[in-house]
C-alpha cells in the first residue's frame, strides 16, 4: 500500500507561480509512473502531468509549456512546478501513483484557486 500526501495549494493571483509537492510513503523509484490530475467542481478528473519510471514525461496540453513534473528520489516526493497560472486552472489536484503490480493509488488532493 502506498498513501500519498499533497501539499502546496493555495489561492495564487493570475499569472502567478506555486509549486505542488506530493510525498508517497514508499520508494517511488519503484512505481510504474507518478501523476498529478485535477478536477473542477462538476467536472471529471482530469490528467495535468505524468512521469515514468523510465523518465516519460507526458503533459495535458492546456499546461504545456507552463507546468513541469519532476521527482525527487531521494525524498519520494513528485513536484508540480506550475507557472503562468490562469482561472482555468483553479481545481482541486491529485497525485496518483501507479505500481507494476497495477495497483493505484490516490492522495486527498490539495485546492489550487487563481483569482485576483
Known amino acids: 500500500q502506498v498513501q500519498l500526501v499533497e501539499s502546496g495549494g493555495g489561492l495564487v493571483q493570475p499569472g502567478g507561480s506555486l509549486r505542488l509537492s506530493c510525498a508517497a510513503s514508499?520508494?517511488?523509484?519503484?512505481?510504474?509512473?507518478m501523476a498529478w490530475y485535477r478536477q473542477q467542481p462538476g467536472k471529471q478528473r482530469e490528467l495535468v502531468a505524468s512521469i515514468t519510471s523510465g523518465s516519460s514525461i507526458n503533459y495535458a496540453d492546456s499546461v504545456k509549456g507552463r507546468f513541469t513534473i519532476s521527482t525527487d528520489n531521494a525524498k519520494n516526493t513528485v513536484y508540480l512546478q506550475m507557472n503562468s497560472l490562469t482561472p482555468e486552472d483553479t481545481a482541486r489536484y491529485y497525485c496518483n501513483a501507479d505500481l507494476v503490480s497495477g495497483m493505484h493509488y490516490w492522495g486527498q488532493g490539495t485546492q489550487v484557486t487563481v483569482s485576483s
Open positions: 514508499r520508494s517511488i523509484f519503484s512505481m510504474y509512473a
